[in-house]
């Protein structure tokens, strides 16, 4: 059985125990200090009180040396003398505290590895900070000097705080070389707060629609990384500059690409090229940055790194905090209330599904808060509501916990009478009225059209297979 000796003991060589607990052979520990003896053997270690760099004390025989005491005089004396007593033995050295460099080179000389845990951590902190952290934003400037060109900063569609933020921190390092750059975005900015984010830090975005590609002699993904998935752009469209937080799903091509899945926000990535090109992010941009890390980390609670704390800190004094407030907690129109009052009063429950028919609505975005609000109900896991506005009926369906995907439940209740799409949680519906409107006097609009999308909802729903309960899809503007 291989026998393995520690020799010397320190907070490392107590942690190499743990570390080893598990393997086999034998562990025998030789130490002089009483109080890591005493340690040693309740943790059932057989352990000789001696100085660990006495070979008399030494067994028979040691496959594995770990040399550990915090001196590294001692250490080197250690691991001498275990070489030369085991001469074939693996011998693991632990360096000490400060050691000097003869005293390095010493245990180098006879250890097979050397553990220097200062450098160890160094090296991790290196790598989590980007190997090559400070020549990151150089890198990058160097790419966007080399540009034809405008750079176009494309978020993601239907884009979130992180991406709003993202593609006006990009726009604003672009700046710093003096290359003119435009954000934008595909889709809609959908959602009361990213509005807010947008309105009351009159962040100036460009819409892809209104993009001529021919004008721009460079593009950057911000908070996605493959052109043409989840953005506006043609599919393979070439791109230059990649910034993103999320695992790429495939090839990511690019001059510059930096995507960081440790990252809790792609916001964390810009804040941290403009520190580090001592750039002080002006009051609507801090703002916007720190909003899109706070949402993509659910307030520092989902997969937060220790870059995204030390960028909320560093933008935290820049901050507009009254506006920040008031983005988190926007104003609820009275037609919201409105809506919802009516999804509540109208409610169709049956089992842990509730379907609403709210009548004639203003703002079709009402219908997604209204069942989104309507999950908070207790019992219930699938919410569907709709309602109806210059001749379309709109409808908005929301699962939380339920074996069921709603995306493909509304396209199999309503996409063939008009359009459906969406996801396993999320889905929307939209539906010509025209095929409802032929209402003779004694029924009125509301009760025919809740008759017909009710009634051809819940009937998908006897229909629906059940969906093995599964991870949420992770989608690239979560
Ligand atoms: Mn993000």
Known sequence: MARRLLLGCSAVGNTLVERTREERGELVAITDDTGWASTLRDRNVGT???????????????????????????????????????????????????PTAAQQAALEAVADRVVDPVEALAARVREATGADGDELPVRLLSTLRDLSGPLLVVAHDNPDPDAIASAIGLARVADVVGVPADPCYGGEIAHQENRALVNLLDLSLSTFDGIDLDDYGGIALVDHSRAGINDSLPEGHPVDVVVDHHPPRGPVDGEFVDIRPDAGATSTLIEEYLSRLGVEPERQLATALLYGIRIDTKDFTRSTSIPDFEAAASLSPLVDESTLERVESPSVSQETLRVLANAIEGRDVRGSTVASCVGEISDRDTLAQASERLLDMDGVTVTFVYGYKDGVIYASARSRGADLDVGELLRDALDSVGSAGGHATMAGAQVPLGILEAVSEDESLPDVVEEFVSGRFFEALDDAPSQPVGPVPEFPND
Do not use: F, K, Q, W
């Open 48 to 98: 000789v009180e001696a100085d660990p760099t006495d070979p008399s004390a030494y067994p028979d025989h040691a496959a594995v040396v770990l040399v550990a005491s915090d001196d590294p005089a001692r250490n080197v004396d250690a691991a001498e003398a275990a070489r030369e007593r085991y001469p074939d033995a693996m011998i693991v050295a632990h360096v000490g505290t400060n």
